[in-house]
Every structure is written in structure tokens, then in C-alpha cells.
């Protein structure tokens, strides 16, 4: 047994706290949670294994759940951690995916707002709109919607619940599929107005909200000078939004194939703005050669930037030492990066992180953290209620085209071999729009579907 359903038998056998006001353990529609008709779906099997299976069809099974015929979804590198089977207690059958937008098919009889017919953006998070956290738009920190005992005991607390994302964090089928359950959807279901397309709605549902968080949580202010660690959608829109914020330069960290995109793809206005460190072609660690620090030094006036973002994940170690332990369990993820970024920047710089950490991390920096002042900041899952209506607004007046991070449109029936080519980064795969078979005609400037 994988040690990520394993550590599910643990929570079955402790028993969920009682805190959330919404079913758990949804992760697919078996039994009494679905139709006798099927559908396409993406299922989690184990590690690094997932299929596209025939599954029940989900049906209502509270009154404020909305079900979704899916018309894009999407694959994030958090995706890659469920994959790899990095985030704990996911389960054989799984369905995953937490990016999704669609048109209603059916609604619970206690739903007011959300109308059968219209299409609609779900958040990743289920929040609940009413505790203390949803009545501050800090969705992703609902109180109710998660009652994870394991996930409370090693955070003191638990996030909101998740789409697609295992049952630490609630258990919620995904919406890499045909028809998806949205609990209490008049909160977290936004309408999709009628001149914006679905390929520019969908990433309101996560990778908008994240990248603009990133940046604003962390503070980017007029003059900055920026690193962003991790060139995937995340870090290119972080890049777009810091220098919306006034940056004057943004740093990208990581290798190719994505730093060339990020250079083909970068605003032809701000190409003076634009600097590229590829880590691979640098050392690491106590060194006298040249490492991502020292390149961000020589940068940055020899002192570094003000600011950092980290948008890269936890799981990926460097050297051997993080490496082995995160193998034998003794850490969950590598602070390699988390150290460059905190030695990287000037004194009394801040560093938001934003990728996914799981658990706890060995060989930690926090002397320099300590000793030069810098702010190490949480970014936390995103609230994606306190952004996406703002954000809308942006894209409908031209300020922000999401298109401009999408590489490739796939079918959903091809989901399989899409996760193994984005994990591989094949053919500069940058950020995908999954169609099904209900999904809409491409809009202008989607890129055209790509059969595997």
C-alpha cells in the first residue's frame, strides 16, 4: 500500500473532528453518490499512475450542490504532487482536478442564486460564505467545508476543502471529468458573462487568483525588484501581476524548456524589464562557484532583490542529502529553495511562497532569516473569492489575457498521457485547456486541439 493511501486508513481509523457542514469523502460518485449513466473521468490509481475510466455520473446529494456538465478544465503543477503521490491520503479511484468551469445541468433544492443552463467558474476551494474566514473573503481558510483531523493536527488548523486534491483536504471528486459535484454552489460557483470565452474564465478558478495573491500577499511595490522561482503559469502570470504592481525587473528562476517561453511569451513593452537565470548551468549549496544567490546579487546592485516568490513546490531536491531524506521519510520537502530565496534577497526583503509544502523541511536558513531581517511569508492557498470578481473585470476590459500562458488544448480523453508529457515538459507543455465533450467552439487565440 502506497504511503499516501495509507496515511487515509489512519485518518478512517482517528475519525473526522465534525467541523465541516458539507459531506466528505466524495472523491468519486460510487454508490450513493452517483448515476447509473457514466462518464469520462480522470482517476487517480497509485503513484505516478492515473486513467481515464468510465465512472458513475454524480448526482445532488445535498441540497446546495450544483452539478456542472464540464466544458474546460485544466492540469496545474499541484496536480503533479497528487501524482507523484506526494500529497497525502489519496485513494485508488480518486477523481482529480481542481480547475473547472461549466454549464449547470442540475441544482439542489435549497440552490437560489445559480441558475440550470448558465455557465458558471468554480474556485477550487469550498467555502462555506459565512464563518469567520469567508466573511473576510479568505475563502481558502473556510472553517467549514474540512474536517480533516490529520490535516488539523499538523497544521493546528485545516484549509478549506479542495476539488480533486485527496482527503486530507476534505475529499471532493475533481473536475478533470465530464459532470462534476459543486457543494454549496451558490458560493462558489461564479457566472461567466457572455463576451468572456471559457479558455479565459477557467483559470479564475485557481492559477489567477494564485499568481495575483502571490504577488500582493508578498508586496510588490512600484520600483521593485523581483525573483520569481518556478517559470510554470504560476510564476509567468506572478511575473505579469509584479510588474502591473511597478516592478522594474523581474528575475525568472528555472530551466528550460520554460524559460524560453516565458522570453517568447513576455509583453513585448516590458522586454527591458525581463532577466533569466537558469539554475542548471549553476552550482548550489557552500560554494566558491556561481550559484542562483550570487546571480541575483550580480543582478540586483550587489544586494539582491527586494522581493522573492516562490511558485516552484517542496518535493523537488537538488542534492543528495534532501533528496534521501525526503526518500526515507525524514522530511517532506526540500528547503533548497526556500534557502536561496532568503539568502538571495537584500537585507530586510521579503519572500512569499506560494508552491505547495506539505509537512516539514530539514537544514532551514534561519540565520540568515533572522539575522538580516527577511520576511518569510505564507502565501496559503489562495482566497480565490477575494480576487476572481476583480480579476473578471480585468479580463473583460483587456487588461489581462490568460490566453497568454496556454500552449496546448487537449480532450479530457487524453488526460493520461497529458500528465506525463506536462510532468516531462514535452513540447514546451506550459499550461493546458482540457476539452470535453460538451465544451464550447475555441475561441480566438486558444490554441488548436491536440490529440495524444
Given amino acids: 500500500m502506497a504511503t499516501s493511501q495509507a496515511a487515509y486508513e489512519v485518518e478512517k481509523a482517528i475519525g473526522h473532528d465534525g467541523s465541516s457542514i458539507i459531506k466528505q469523502d466524495v472523491t468519486n460518485y460510487d454508490g450513493d453518490a452517483g448515476r447509473e449513466e457514466t462518464m469520462k473521468a480522470l482517476c487517480w490509481m497509485g503513484k505516478n499512475s492515473v486513467e481515464i475510466c468510465d465512472v458513475p455520473r454524480p448526482k445532488i446529494i445535498e441540497p446546495d450542490d450544483v452539478i456542472l456538465k464540464v466544458t474546460g478544465s485544466t492540469v496545474c503543477g499541484s496536480d503533479l504532487h497528487l501524482y507523484h503521490g506526494s500529497v497525502i491520503q489519496l485513494d485508488k479511484g480518486d477523481i482529480l482536478g481542481h480547475e473547472f468551469c461549466g454549464i449547470v445541468d442540475e441544482v439542489g433544492s435549497s440552490v437560489k442564486k445559480v441558475r440550470k443552463g448558465k455557465r458558471y467558474v468554480a474556485s477550487f476551494q469550498i467555502a462555506c460564505g459565512d464563518c469567520f474566514f469567508c466573511k473576510q473573503k479568505l475563502s481558502s481558510q473556510c472553517e467549514k467545508t474540512n474536517s480533516n ?269 497529458v500528465y506525463s508529457m506536462f510532468e516531462k515538459r514535452e513540447d514546451s507543455m506550459q499550461k493546458v485547456f482540457v476539452e470535453t465533450k460538451f465544451s464550447l467552439p475555441p475561441c480566438a487565440g486558444c490554441p488548436k486541439l491536440t490529440r495524444y
Avoid at 483536504?169 to 478533470?176: E, K, L, R
Avoid at 523581483?226 to 525568472?252: L, Y
Avoid at 557552500?286 to 522573492?308: E, F, I, Q, W
Avoid at 505547495?356 to 532569516?369: A, K
Wanted: hydrophobic share 40%.
Fill in 149 to 417: 483531523a490529520t490535516e488539523h493536527a499538523m497544521y493546528g488548523g485545516q484549509t478549506a476543502g479542495m476539488f480533486g486534491y485527496s482527503h486530507f483536504s476534505g475529499g471532493f471528486a475533481g473536475g478533470q471529468a465530464e459532470y462534476v459535484r459543486v457543494p454549496l454552489g451558490d458560493v462558489n460557483l461564479l457566472e461567466i458573462p457572455d463576451d468572456v470565452p471559457d479558455e479565459k474564465a477557467l483559470y479564475l478558478s485557481d492559477v489567477l487568483a494564485t499568481s495575483y495573491n502571490a504577488v500582493h500577499d508578498t508586496a510588490v511595490y512600484p520600483g521593485d525588484q523581483v525573483a520569481i522561482f518556478g517559470a510554470g503559469p504560476i510564476g509567468q502570470m506572478a511575473g505579469i501581476f509584479a510588474v502591473k504592481a511597478g516592478a522594474k525587473k523581474i528575475i525568472f528562476v528555472d530551466t528550460e524548456p520554460r524559460l524560453t517561453f516565458i522570453r517568447d511569451h513576455w509583453p513585448r513593452d516590458h522586454v527591458d524589464k525581463l532577466e533569466l537565470v537558469d539554475y542548471k548551468k549553476l552550482s548550489f549549496g557552500v560554494t566558491n562557484k556561481p550559484t542562483v544567490v550570487s546571480k541575483l546579487k550580480d543582478l540586483c546592485d550587489g544586494r539582491g532583490p527586494d522581493a522573492a516568490v516562490e511558485c516552484a513546490a517542496g518535493e523537488y531536491a537538488k542534492g543528495w542529502m534532501h533528496w534521501l531524506e525526503i526518500s526515507l521519510g525524514a522530511e517532506t520537502d526540500t528547503s533548497e529553495i526556500l534557502n536561496e530565496m532568503i539568502e538571495g534577497v537584500r537585507a530586510f526583503g521579503r519572500c512569499g511562497v506560494t508552491g505547495i509544502y506539505v509537512g516539514y523541511t530539514n537544514h532551514f536558513n534561519i540565520g540568515s532569516l533572522m539575522e538580516r531581517g527577511i520576511r518569510l511569508i505564507g502565501n496559503g492557498q489562495a482566497p480565490v473569492h477575494k480576487y476572481w470578481e476583480d480579476l473578471l473585470k480585468m479580463i473583460q476590459d483587456g487588461e489581462l489575457d490568460p490566453l497568454q500562458m496556454v500552449s496546448h488544448r487537449v480532450h479530457v480523453e487524453d488526460l493520461e498521457k
